[in-house]
């Protein structure tokens, strides 16, 4: 390619509306341009990067045994209610009506598209390991589209879906699934952690979140380096010293906390308790399919930890809650956060009544609240002698024995650990929590979808079972955003040269020098003939003009030829370590395509 007919707009300056790194290297060396929130175009140099990414994508899918599909984007509501994911998925979900009035949508994912192939054509066991994938568009109508190709509203998925007749096929597929992940991220110069993670809204039990680190990504992660734990804050855990608790009083016995709010407030209030020994109660409200009735839940949690509200909805088995309304703490309990308890809390919400008129006439006292559910956390088991709430403005008990003296309906992990905190695994490490992106995320979905929509082959022994299966996820746009991310210099982008929109870069400094321009032309068709991926900078501009544009757009190695050309002599610059030599002319191809094709 001719850099003089190829579109490559580079930018000076640093768009005003990008944050983040990737977004902004992307935008100034002409690799994408936004056409709308999360909905950008692949220029050039973009299209390149993402084939590459593709290339690789499709070489470790087609290494474990996957065959390529390509499947529709546009599809009918039917599958989705089949699964019923038509109504489980909100906005997210780009909907749509055809001519005739029939609902459809743009497919977010396609277990469902591929279930409806395996149903209507898988019959026995005999055909069963199946691995298919697909590299196609998805759709997604992000509430925050942002970061560049972080998070967008259309983009493109590697999607492979196996199918097993029992669970050990599925374990043996999510292994090779998990290799050729390792794999594909190590070769686009990615680094990586595997960590566990929520399933969400996809269903299944078991899922591995392919992480990279950087301080633009929306995913915390805890990880030990000692013993290589990692995992997603919405599962993580961490090892809690043991507290001895003083035996306390027969009974709770209640006390003024005039002006006590907060957790703070009654660490340095006199009688008060100091963080770890205070149970802080928070209630949450669950919508209850009945429209209009609502299900109040106090979560308790040690006074120094944080709920994690997606460790709090998969512990009611991915139903959502959301905060109380002030109004509703003082229905609920009579008394404002700040002096709220389980301790007798289920008799004090049946004191909320309301009149229910009756058919005929007249009026009937109904309990608003009849039921409330406490769910604590794990890090209260056993724990005495505590204090908390009165349900009584500016009142707190103390001596509470949680397992005593209060009815836990649910014991469950819903703390957020932090950077610091004991690893869960092993006895000396600590865990750091950092930053990072999902770029993969491999599920096993079991039966879930092989169930809702009648997937079904027959076994050795002519029964039929539900196929089993597993879903397994990467995104084009978050591969290359992660490796902008994790290699860039002031300079620019430092492509790891797996996914590198040209191999090399040939750099004449002066186009007007006969000599130069001829050098560079014949050095341009060697390199081509090699086998290399060679972008010519023939650009009538000035040599610094050329070498600060090459070193933004990433390419690995450039080539310069100069006045040293008299000599046979043109000097290699390696973008990534900064660093030239001077190399003889009848070496060069030999030496960049030794470079350029060895491994990261
Ligand atoms: P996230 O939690 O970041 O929203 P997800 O769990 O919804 O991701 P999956 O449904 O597992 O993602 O999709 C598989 C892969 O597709 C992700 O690992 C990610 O690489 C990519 N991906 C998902 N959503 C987007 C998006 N909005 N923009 C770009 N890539 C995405
Ligand atoms: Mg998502």
Avoid at 123 to 144: A, G, H, M, N
Avoid at 152 to 176: P, Q, S
Wanted: proline letters at 4%.
């Amino acid at each position: 390619m001719r850099w003089s007919k190829y579109f490559i707009p580079t930018l000076r300056e640093d768009p005003a509306d990008a944050e983040v790194v990737s977004h902004k290297l992307l935008l100034r060396a002409g690799i994408v341009r936004q056409l709308s929130a999360g909905i950008y175009s692949y220029l050039p140099l973009g299209q390149r990067i993402a084939l590459k990414v593709m290339q690789i994508l499709r070489e470790e899918m087609n290494r474990i045994g996957g065959q390529e599909f390509y499947l529709p984007a546009l599809h009918p509501a039917e599958v989705w209610q089949e699964s019923g994911r038509w109504s489980a998925i909100g906005d997210d979900m780009f909907r749509l009506k055809d001519r005739k009035g029939a609902d459809m949508c743009l497919g977010m994912t396609h277990e469902e598209v591929f279930t409806t192939i395996a149903r209507n054509e898988i019959r026995s066991y005999k055909q069963l390991p199946q691995v298919w994938y697909q590299i196609q568009i998805k759709f997604r109508d992000e509430p925050r589209p942002k970061s560049g190709l972080m998070r967008l509203r259309t983009f493109i998925m590697k999607d492979a879906y196996t199918f097993d007749v029992d669970r050990e096929g599925l374990g043996r597929a999510f292994l090779d699934q998990r290799e050729a992940y390792k794999r594909i991220f190590t070769r686009c110069g990615i680094e990586f952690s595997i960590v566990e993670a929520s399933s969400g809204s996809m269903g299944g039990s078991e899922s591995n979140e392919f992480v990279a680190k950087t301080p633009a990504g929306e995913d915390l992660i805890a990880s030990c380096s000692n013993c290589g734990y990692a995992a997603n804050v919405e599962k993580a855990t961490s090892r809690l010293p043991k507290i001895e608790d003083e035996a306390g009083p027969d009974a709770p016995e209640e006390f003024p906390t005039p002006g006590v709010r907060t957790i703070e407030d009654l660490t340095t209030f006199p009688g008060g308790a100091v963080a770890d020994r205070q149970i802080k109660t928070l209630v949450y409200m669950m919508e209850k399919p009945t429209v209009g009735t609502l299900l109040p839940m106090l979560i308790l949690l040690r006074g120094d930890h944080q709920l994690h509200e997606i460790k709090l909805s998969d512990s009611l088995g991915g139903a959502t809650a959301r905060p109380a309304h002030p109004e509703e703490i003082r229905e609920v309990l009579g008394a404002s956060a700040g002096s709220l308890g389980a301790v007798g809390a289920r008799e004090r919400a049946k004191r909320a009544t309301y009149e229910h008129s009756i058919e005929g006439g007249g009026t009937q006292t109904l309990i608003k609240y009849p039921e409330i559910l406490i769910i604590a956390d794990e890090g209260l088991r056993g724990r005495r002698n505590m204090t908390t709430g009165a349900n009584k403005d500016d009142h707190h008990v103390r001596g509470v024995d949680i397992e005593r003296d209060v009815e836990v309906d649910k014991w469950a992990d819903l703390r957020t650990v932090n950077s610091g905190e004991a690893c869960p695994r092993c006895d000396s490490g600590t865990l750091e929590v950092y930053k990072a992106m999902e770029v993969g995320h491999i599920f096993k979905l079991g039966t879930k979808y092989s169930e809702t929509m009648g997937a079904t082959v027959l076994t050795e022994e002519g029964k039929p079972v539900p196929i089993v299966m597993g879903s397994y996820g990467i995104g084009v746009e978050r591969i290359i955003s992660a490796a902008v991310e994790q290699n860039y210099d002031t300079d620019g982008i430092i492509w790891p040269k797996s996914i590198a929109p040209f191999d090399v870069i040939v750099t004449v400094t002066n186009m007007k020098d006969e000599k130069l321009r001829e050098a560079g032309e014949k050095l341009y068709e060697n390199l081509t003939r090699a086998g290399l991926d060679v972008l010519l900078d023939d650009r009538d501009e000035r040599a610094g003009v050329k070498f600060k544009d090459a070193d933004l757009i990433g390419i690995p190695f450039r080539i310069t030829i100069g006045k040293k050309i008299g000599d046979g002599v043109v000097e290699l610059f390696n973008r990534k370590a900064k660093k030239s030599e001077d190399v003889r002319l009848d070496e060069i191809v030999s030496r960049v395509l030794m470079l350029a094709k060895s491994e990261v």
